[in-house]
T-cell receptor, first 115, second 113 residues
Framework: EAGVAQSPRYKIIEKRQSVAFWCNPI?????LYWYQQILGQGPKLLIQ????????DSQLPKDRFSAERLKGVDSTLKIQPAKLEDSAVYLC?????????????FGPGTRLTVL | DQQVKQNSPSLSVQEGRISILNCDYT??????FLWYKKYPAEGPTFLIS?????DKNEDGRFTVFLNKSAKHLSLHIVPSQPGDSAVYFC????????????FGQGTTLQVKP
């Protein structure tokens, strides 16, 4: 079974530029999550999708971050414009559904550096 | 507001000995707890979990203990192996909260040969 795929693996941009990350979850997984992991901290949920609908985006900085999952499969997370404090690893995860007892499977992440 | 805390940033143990990683939480609504393991340049991988209706769950060398009255859980690894060297994250979720995971800051475990 293929795991969660993410690209790019690394990205370096200057502040005020835009960037986009892509995630392809495990086939058949209805729930998709985007997390932000700042160095020295645990992952923090940014947004959760159930199929192509948003379940939770309470911690997404909506003035600069956006995410979509148009066909209920792969997803894109965008930052526009980027700030220095956005430097982090962006992790995508998926699970069969949003039941609390379901394990979440993580991709390798995209390491973003904002200069 | 750190609802899940891992107060030890790092831990070093000798191969073959026991590793004990600790985690505290503040939200009494949490009813499911998980441990994830993370190697450098990889995403976290699920290790073991425990429901709030239990106080212990064991899987091979890994055992998780839950003390609800103290809002504390711990992960025991016996015996520790060099391949266990990684960052360990404690996470919690509540059935009332869409299955969202709240993570601790992580503890870096080093197992010395």
């Amino acid at each position: 079974e293929a795991g969660v795929a993410q690209s790019p693996r690394y990205k370096i941009i200057e502040k005020r530029q835009s960037v986009a990350f892509w995630c392809n979850p495990i086939s058949g997984h209805a729930t998709l999550y985007w997390y932000q992991q700042i160095l020295g901290q645990g992952p923090k949920l940014l947004i959760q999708f159930q199929n192509n609908g948003v379940v939770d985006d309470s911690q997404l900085p909506k003035d600069r971050f956006s995410a979509e999952r148009l066909k209920g499969v792969d997803s894109t997370l965008k930052i526009q414009p980027a700030k220095l404090e956005d430097s982090a690893v962006y992790l995508c995860a998926s699970s069969p559904d949003r039941a609390v007892y379901n394990e979440q499977f993580f991709g390798p992440g995209t390491r973003l550096t904002v200069l | 507001d750190q609802q899940v805390k891992q107060n030890s940033p790092s831990l070093s143990v000798q191969e073959g000995r026991i590793s004990i990683l600790n985690c505290d939480y503040t939200n009494s609504m949490f009813d499911y707890f998980l441990w994830y393991k993370k190697y450098p340049a990889e995403g976290p991988t699920f290790l073991i979990s425990i429901s709030s209706i239990k106080d212990k769950n064991e899987d091979g060398r890994f055992t998780v203990f839950l003390n609800k009255s103290a809002k504390h859980l711990s992960l025991h690894i016996v015996p520790s192996q060099p391949g266990d060297s990684a960052v360990y994250f404690c996470a919690a979720s509540a059935a009332s909260n869409t299955g969202k995971l709240i993570f601790g800051q992580g503890t870096t475990l080093q197992v010395k040969p």
